[in-house]
């Protein structure tokens, strides 16, 4: 099962480079409120330009606890109530390995602006092991999210280092949206 995911917009004013992104749909939302979060798994906070995926502690929303901290690249950003939620009302998300995801076209990333949704494992064998909630930045090719112990970890790089096969892609995840098909 799955836990629930957080993704942060946060502004930034760098030179932008050509990307190719999602435009997701208005009339079939893709997002809703967090105040609206009832019977959603997934969130996500905004700003403008730079977005950010982190972990939302299952436990936060036991406890009452709308705040969360996001990791960026110029540091870690909390925020409470000022995010909203992925919701799968009319997407259905498929997790796929980075090798048959990221540049699969049948394959609708999860993805706003320049940024992408990724899951990293920590052990591909054991079910079990820890997994984290990351950011992919395109025109950066930057991975970074919180490891172990909180500790943020940012890989320069990144695509090159699976290219050139330094890095595994099965321990990376990305997210399809599969749009759903009501009667």
């Known amino acids: ?5 957080v993704v942060a917009f946060v502004v930034t004013l760098h030179p932008r480079m050509c990307y190719s992104a999602q435009k997701w749909d208005h009339k079939k939302p893709i997002v809703t409120a967090f105040g609206d979060r009832n019977g959603h798994n997934y969130l996500f906070r905004v700003s403008l330009n730079e977005i950010s995926f982190a972990q939302y502690p299952v436990n936060n929303f036991y406890k009452n606890d709308a705040c969360v901290s996001f990791p960026t690249l110029r540091g870690t950003v909390q ?6 939620l992925l919701v799968d009302d009319w997407y259905k998300f498929d997790r796929k390995t980075w090798d048959k ?3 699969n076209a049948a ?3 999860l993805q706003f602006h320049t940024s992408v949704l990724v899951f990293i494992k920590y052990d591909v064998i054991k079910d079990t092991s820890p997994k984290f909630v990351g950011t992919y930045s395109t025109t950066r090719d930057k991975l970074y999210y919180f490891g172990k112990d909180n500790k943020m970890i940012i890989i320069t ?3 090159k280092r699976i290219d050139r096969k330094i890095m595994s892609p099965t321990k990376y995840e990305v997210i399809c949206a599969v749009e759903r098909k009501w009667p």
Do not use: E, Q, R, V
């Open 101 to 103: 995801g990221f540049n």
């Open 157 to 159: 790089n990144f695509s």
């Open 79 to 84: 925020t409470c109530d000022k995010y909203f």
């Open 107 to 109: 394959c609708t990333i």
């Open 1 to 5: 099962m799955l836990l629930a995911f």
